[in-house]
């Protein structure tokens, strides 16, 4: 197995990680909200981002730890140790690219102040599509709010084709198609089985906030991809840490700006039960974003946004195991055809990576034999 197909292979497997977690911790958020009455999707969002900053402590201690032993105190400034160590994974392509005469800017690995500014940017993307996605559980049902969010995956492929990021073909566009089909007839399968606890207008609401984190969601997933290219190049967890930070220091004034406005009134959990609940969705959201961002840098923002279509089956399943849904053939049959969509997106984008490593090799074999000429 080649050094790209183990790197996509794991794209896959951390897809499978974050599917399974983000279905995971809509449920235990939906509880939070409804069954428990704690209704705090801004607090709740800002804890679980805040949380990132936990990964800037390793690295934090590394940094220490390196000066000690080297006393040197601009060491830090040429590389982290677990730079060095993510950049093993990708060392075929490091021994390549160190064979031409110079790299260009965008081969480089982001340095300290480019991982903090483009953590300074993504911040308040992030904010916006995982607030709109947790506030939209309080007003919808995880099957609505989840089938709403695989339209992601439209907005990915149009965002990316303007990006340039996305190559539009017929094969992706009916990998598109069969996914909307699958996704109406879940759609059909849901309004079939209505969930009385919501009204018409917080279903509406509920609906089209989780639209808006779908949109946002495109945006900034194939952003993310067209700035950094090639997971070698930054460090994730840095990035995470510094998300964290921002969003720690730079949003709480919105805390009591919305307790007082009566918008969303600070309280802390009255039991335990709530408190364990945003514990375990804390820690599902603190390991499964970052398996996220390393699916979108080892395959693609569209293979990992139709990807994600999938939490749709396995949202209806835990509807019908924990509340006792019925399962109907507009479910089955819309099931199976996001199965299919992501399928043939996936080996579309393959391909397509395929030919664009086996291109981007070529011409570094070609500069590098016009480069030993050009010494003789």
Known sequence: MSGYTKKW??????????????????????????ENGYKKPFFITYLNVSSF????????????????????????????????EEKDAAAEDSDRTALLPGKSQSQL????????KLSAVFCALWFVANF?????????????????????????????????????????????LISFIGIICVTESDSITPDVAFSKVHVVIGNSLALLGALVYGLYSTVLKRTIRDESRINIKLFFGFVGLFT????????????????????LPETRTVVYLLLANGIITFASDYCWA?????????????????????AMAGDVLFKNKVISVWYVIGASLVLLSFALINAQEDGDDAKHLAISSADIECQTHESIYSTL
């Open 9 to 34: 292979a794991m794209g896959l497997l951390m897809i499978l990680v974050v599917i399974l977690s983000w279905v995971s911790s809509s449920f235990l958020l939906n509880q939070v909200f409804e």
């Open 53 to 84: 900053v936990l990964y800037l402590v390793p690295i934090g201690i590394r940094k220490v730890l390196h000066r000690v032993e080297t006393e040197e105190e601009d060491s830090i400034a040429v590389s982290f140790d677990e730079v060095e």
């Open 109 to 116: 690995p982001l340095t300290l102040r480019e991982t903090a």
């Open 132 to 176: 709109s996605t947790n506030a939209s559980l309080s007003y919808t049902s995880v099957a609505s709010q989840t089938i709403l969010s695989a339209t992601s995956s439209f907005f990915t492929l149009f965002i990316g084709a303007i990006l340039h990021v996305e190559s539009v073909n017929s094969s992706k566009l009916l990998g598109l």
């Open 248 to 267: 720690l220091v730079g949003l709480w004034p919105l805390l009591p700006l919305l307790h007082y406005t009566g918008i969303e009134p600070f309280e």
């Open 294 to 314: 390393k699916a979108i840098l080892l395959t693609s923002p569209l293979t990992v946004t139709v990807g994600l279509s999938l939490t749709i089956p396995f």
